[in-house]
């Protein structure tokens, strides 16, 4: 079966970085952000975890934000939702503070255009924790823009996380897609390259590597975008 579609991550292969500096520092700018508001830092960071763990584990019954929501809430009362707005502004201002953590690659861009030019239908399946704002914004840090992909996860559009299996599938049902016509291009070991168990094509991009559970690398296609576009040529 021919290759119809290529699915990136995002953070740490299109968006070099260092996930874990990443996150402490758009979290410090977020705690800065809502002090005026009455969040104490502590307690927001325990809020901000708590919400994402949900994510992590939902299970298709309603959608990351509602389960993000429902679980902030159970720590700041209903009342919280109010204060919406101001997530929001701190997504479209301050947020960008963040870029500091994060590299640039120019062959992320000219990979991507190529591949649109071939004809390929292109997906960005990044972890659905943000919010699509969020989301729009790291895909612009990356020299890209949201419409080079057809679709792209965000908290709003998925009820699944990475590296639930049915957070892919969940993909696949709405491009109407099958695994067998997709490859499967990121960093992270666990989360990206367990696509393979349901006979979808991966790439291991390892620049900025993630591999928590110290797995055998070399059974996986891997290398930089050259040789990803190779790769792709050849299957």
Not at 85 to 96: A, G, I, L, V
């Amino acid at each position: 079966m021919s290759i119809k579609a290529i699915l990136f991550d995002l953070d740490g292969t299109l968006l070099p970085m260092d996930q874990e500096l990443f996150v402490k520092t758009y979290l410090k700018y977020l705690a800065v952000n809502l002090a005026p508001i009455g969040y104490e830092a502590e307690k927001l960071m325990k809020g901000m975890y708590a919400g994402v763990g949900a994510m992590v584990k939902n299970d298709g019954t309603m959608t990351n934000e509602k389960r993000f929501w429902d679980i902030f809430c159970g720590m700041f009362g209903k009342e919280a939702l109010n204060d919406l707005p101001y997530f929001e502004e701190f997504y479209r201002t301050d947020f960008h503070k963040a870029k500091v953590t994060c590299g640039f690659n120019k062959k992320a861009k000219e990979t991507i255009d190529i591949l649109k030019n071939r004809g390929y239908r292109l997906i960005l399946a990044t972890n659905p924790l943000f919010p699509s704002v969020a989301t729009e914004s790291r895909i612009r840090w990356a020299g890209l823009e949201p419409c080079d992909f057809e679709l792209f996860t965000t908290y709003e559009n998925s009820s699944y996380c990475k590296p639930n299996l049915k957070y892919y599938e969940q993909i696949l049902e709405k491009t109407g897609l099958k695994a067998e016509e997709c490859i499967m291009v990121g960093n992270d070991v666990d989360e990206d390259m367990i696509v393979k168990e349901i006979g979808m094509g991966v790439f291991l991009l390892p620049e900025c590597l993630i591999n928590k559970n110290d797995r055998d690398i070399s059974q996986y296609p891997q290398g930089n975008f050259d040789d990803l576009l190779k790769f792709i040529s050849e299957n």
